[in-house]
């Protein structure tokens, strides 16, 4: 198999979804997909990079150009062999070959990829593209398109590619085929298959890309709910519909996917995943351990409790998951589950309390954040957080039925476990926003709680 282009590994090291930040890479090339249009050669590089701590597989599409490509400088990632290389998200060639392969269940040559056609739904065809600006882990392209129900569509690429199901497409695509709107409707994915000597049968298949309509004018939960706090606006109303929307969301997840009853030793494993990862935390998270005790008699008490049933769920829910849009109210997104946990765990039936953990420590940190900005504002703000947490859970029990008082020592464990990972994230990601998950974990395994 051809070298990576040298121009293409120094690209990637400054690129925002490149995991090894700081490392030079040590890139291999393990599949391509191969498409061209226009006179447009497009490569879909399939790269394993080992500069880590950990070998990564990444999915980096190159679009090769006789002649530069107008108002894409940004996009340029050099030249080689007397071509332009640009990355191919920016470049309309790209996208045409994405759409038509996914709209014609058909193929990109060169390697073993096919798209799969959601039934119901034609994305249509590009009117024009831009690459999606907002921080991402992934690579989004929002195209206006032409030829479907939708005049705009959003098309998903993971950078990041692994053997098996990305439970971003398996539950949303899901949940849409089921007929709910509380996600955006989807229109198609893309499915990749690259060699693998670590499997018996020699070959990984993955998802590559995934297809959804486009909510315009829609905006976060997170900002919602921020500005609400912060002119200390009444929240309550929304925080129930929120909390409906969430369980509508689980209803749906618990009909089209397996639900399995929770047994003794599925909680014992629950709660033992709780134990590591406060282990994992605690050793890169100082302050986490004066609280250790505390923490693990919570975690204690949720292991005698009883757990209700296992089912699909969102599996790193909180506010930023979440568009407000005036014509359907909340819809959910991003179910690809926690990025610091590994896939294979990702993808398992699981407790629906993890959810509504999540969702309560969002509300936690809209407070949080606001008491860092203006420390005078921090005792209306947790005013404000309890109110949205307590309406959220009024809105969840109504539409669900379940007596989530009745769980109360497995959904504090949850709430616990989320503020451990939360202490872990920040530390990586936002140093100066520890003190969050750091108050919180003190709280929830505090006297109130032993
Ligand atoms: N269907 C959609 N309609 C409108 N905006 C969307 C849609 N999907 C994602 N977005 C926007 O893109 C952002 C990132 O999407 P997300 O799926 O969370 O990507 P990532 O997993 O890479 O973070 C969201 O916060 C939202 O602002
Ligand atoms: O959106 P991601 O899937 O990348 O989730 C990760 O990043 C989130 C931050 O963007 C992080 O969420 C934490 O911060 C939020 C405020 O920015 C807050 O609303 C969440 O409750 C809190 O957990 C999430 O934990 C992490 O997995």
């Known amino acids: 198999m051809s070298a990576v282009p040298p121009v293409l590994a120094r690209w990637m090291a400054r690129q925002r979804w490149y995991q090894a930040k700081g490392a030079e890479p040590a890139v291999r090339i393990v599949g391509t997909l191969e498409g061209e249009t226009t006179g447009v050669r497009v490569t879909t590089f399939l790269l394993i990079d080992e500069a880590g701590t950990e070998p990564l597989l990444y999915q980096v599409p190159v679009s090769f150009r006789s002649e530069a490509l107008p108002g894409a400088d940004g996009a340029l990632i050099g030249e080689a062999d007397g071509l332009f290389l640009y990355d191919a998200p920016h470049d309309p060639a790209y996208v045409d070959l994405l759409l038509s392969a996914i709209s014609s269940a058909g193929r990109l040559d060169g390697a073993d990829a096919h798209a799969t056609g959601h039934p119901s739904a034609d994305p249509g065809t590009r009117v024009s593209s831009h690459v999606f600006a907002g921080e991402q882990s992934n690579t989004s392209i929002v195209v206006e398109v032409d030829g479907s129900v939708v005049p705009q569509t959003i098309v998903k690429l993971f950078r990041l590619v692994h053997h098996g199901e990305n439970p971003d497409v398996t539950l949303q695509t899901g949940i849409s085929a089921a007929g709910s709107d509380r996600v955006p409707r989807s229109f198609g994915v893309l499915t990749?298959?690259?060699?693998?000597?670590?499997?018996?049968?020699?070959?990984?298949?993955?998802?590559?890309?995934?297809?959804?309509?486009?909510?315009?004018?829609?905006?976060?939960?997170?900002?919602?709910?921020?500005?609400?706090?912060?002119?200390?606006?009444?929240?309550?109303?929304?925080?129930?519909?929120?909390?409906?929307?969430?369980?509508?969301?689980?209803?749906?997840?618990?009909?089209?996917?397996?639900?399995?009853?929770?047994?003794?030793?599925?909680?014992?494993?629950?709660?033992?995943?709780?134990?590591?990862?406060?282990?994992?935390?605690?050793?890169?998270?100082p302050g986490l351990a004066d609280h250790l005790e505390a923490i693990d008699a919570v975690y204690e008490r949720a292991a005698h409790a009883e757990w209700p049933a296992q089912q699909r769920v969102h599996g790193d829910l909180h506010l930023g998951q979440v568009l407000w849009t005036q014509a359907r109210g909340w819809v959910v997104i991003d179910f690809e589950g926690e990025p610091l946990r590994p896939m294979s765990e990702r993808s398992r039936p699981d407790i629906a309390l993890r959810d509504v953990a999540g969702m309560l420590r969002s509300f936690d940190y809209v407070a949080g954040s606001l008491g860092q900005e203006d420390g005078a504002g921090a005792a209306g703000a947790s005013a404000w957080a309890v109110e949205g947490r307590d309406a959220f859970i009024d809105g969840y029990q109504r539409r669900s039925g379940a007596d989530l008082a009745a769980h109360r020592d497995v959904l504090d464990a949850f709430e616990l476990d989320k503020a451990v990972y939360e202490t872990l994230y920040e530390v990586r990601n936002r140093p100066t926003w520890l003190g969050i998950p750091l108050a919180a974990v003190a709280r929830l395994a505090g006297p109130t709680n032993a």
Request: charged share 20%; glycine share 8%.
């Open 192 to 285: 990749g298959s690259w060699p693998d000597t670590g499997r018996a049968d020699g070959v990984a298949v993955g998802h590559l890309a995934a297809v959804q309509e486009f909510l315009p004018g829609s905006e976060d939960a997170w900002r919602v709910a921020l500005r609400a706090a912060a002119a200390g606006e009444d929240f309550t109303a929304k925080a129930a519909d929120l909390g409906e929307a969430v369980a509508e969301v689980h209803e749906t997840l618990a009909a089209v996917f397996p639900t399995v009853p929770t047994a003794p030793a599925d909680i014992a494993d629950a709660v033992a995943l709780m134990r590591s990862r406060l282990a994992m935390a605690v050793a890169e998270v």
